[in-house]
């Protein structure tokens, strides 16, 4: 058996591992419910059909050449790109959130919560800002 998307092989190889740790906890804790059986179910299914892709030629190529796609790389592009514009959002009111509750009710753990939230949020933009001078330099 050889492996021709190295990639997908070990993203498959994570998500069955996931399934059965997931499985086996379950079994050894007696609570199988319903939630717990989708997820298990689906990664097994999505573990083994990624292993069962990385091992096939045909659909590793395949595999590749829509990761190569310039529509589909545009398109994670936005995504990433939104993402991260709602993460900083939702960091910004969750830290103004935090920091209100934390002066109305005088509870210092909700003024530590926000500081943190303020922490996190300033590191995305640091980043923001050093990633475009990085990419404005280079090109």
């Known amino acids: ?80 790109s939104r993402s991260f514009q709602l993460t900083q959002i939702i960091s910004f009111l969750l830290m103004l959130v935090l920091l209100v509750m934390g002066k109305v009710s005088g509870y210092d753990g909700f003024i530590a919560m926000g500081v943190g939230s303020a922490f996190v949020l300033s590191i995305s933009m640091f980043a923001e800002i050093f990633t475009y001078i990085y990419y404005g330099s280079k090109n």
């Open 1 to 80: 058996m050889k492996v021709y998307n190295k990639k997908g092989f070990v993203s498959g190889i994570f998500m069955t591992a996931l399934g059965l740790l997931d499985l086996i906890a379950s079994i050894t804790q007696n609570n199988f419910d319903i939630d717990s059986v989708i997820l298990i179910v689906a990664l097994l299914v999505a573990g083994s059909s990624t292993i069962m892709r990385s091992v096939s030629q045909k659909l590793s190529r395949e595999d590749k050449l829509a990761e190569l796609d310039e529509r589909n790389r545009l398109i994670a592009l936005k995504a990433k």
